[in-house]
């Protein structure tokens, strides 16, 4: 849920156009940990945001209202975001019995290289998580595609920490081959920059989710 919806918080404070920030437990948050104090928020009210089965249908109202930001400042793109959980809902529901555990399960069986086929999995699978673009670098000649992969690869980092690095989230065993190492030193590099769940649970407060991988 987190990682799906992880992208462009800011908006540009001009006139009417407020910034995007969230008051959780006394203390001002924007950005992403605006977005991610939104959603405890609503969780803490009893709703439940980051299952699956509920936000496969719910709607952009209730989505604004949701992780409606202070002074009544929605959040950007919410359109967008809402578009993002129904197709992400849908898939689940039909293919993994409405978990992402289920999609990581699946890759367990490829060992080794269990990062790389979860990656391509959500790429496969996720069209949202897609962070592609036409680059055309010289006129007249065909243009390229350009894949990130930013969130996906975020998502796997965020596996590996919400797990603790065992069970689901356990790495591959060494050695292995070339592109999977990469998927774990970006797993690390995520880590220890501190961009991952445990630094999101610090700032905000709120308890390791190991249990609740869906969100």
């Known amino acids: 849920f987190l990682d799906a919806l992880n992208f462009s918080f800011w908006n540009f404070p001009s006139g009417e156009n407020k910034q ?18 939104a959603v405890c928020r609503t969780l803490d009210s009893g709703t439940p945001l980051t299952t699956p089965t509920f936000y496969a249908d719910v709607t952009e109202n209730q989505l604004s209202t949701f992780l409606m930001g202070d002074n ?16 992400i809902g849908e898939v689940l529901k039909k293919k993994f019995d409405n978990s992402f555990v289920n999609c990581i399960t699946h890759c367990e069986r490829y060992g080794e290289h269990k990062a790389q086929k979860l990656l391509n999995l959500v790429r496969n699978e996720f069209p949202c998580f897609r962070d592609e673009a036409e680059y055309q670098p010289i006129a007249c000649k065909p243009a390229v595609k350009v894949s990130f ?6 998502l796997i980092a965020d596996v590996w920490s919400l797990f603790e690095g065992q069970g689901h ?3 591959p065993t060494l050695p292995v081959e070339r592109h999977d190492r990469a998927c774990h030193i970006q797993v690390a590099e995520r880590h220890r920059s501190g961009a991952g769940p ?4 610090e700032r905000l407060g709120t308890p390791r989710a190991g249990p609740h991988a869906d969100r």
């Open 169 to 171: 989230g356990r790495p």
């Open 72 to 87: 009544q400042v929605v959040c950007p793109l919410v359109k967008e975001r809402v578009s993002c959980l129904h197709q």
């Open 20 to 37: 995007y920030e969230v008051t959780y437990k006394d203390i001002t948050y924007t950005g992403y940990l605006a977005f991610c104090a």
């Open 149 to 154: 992969m930013k969130r996906a690869q975020i």
């Open 198 to 201: 445990s630094y999101v649970e």
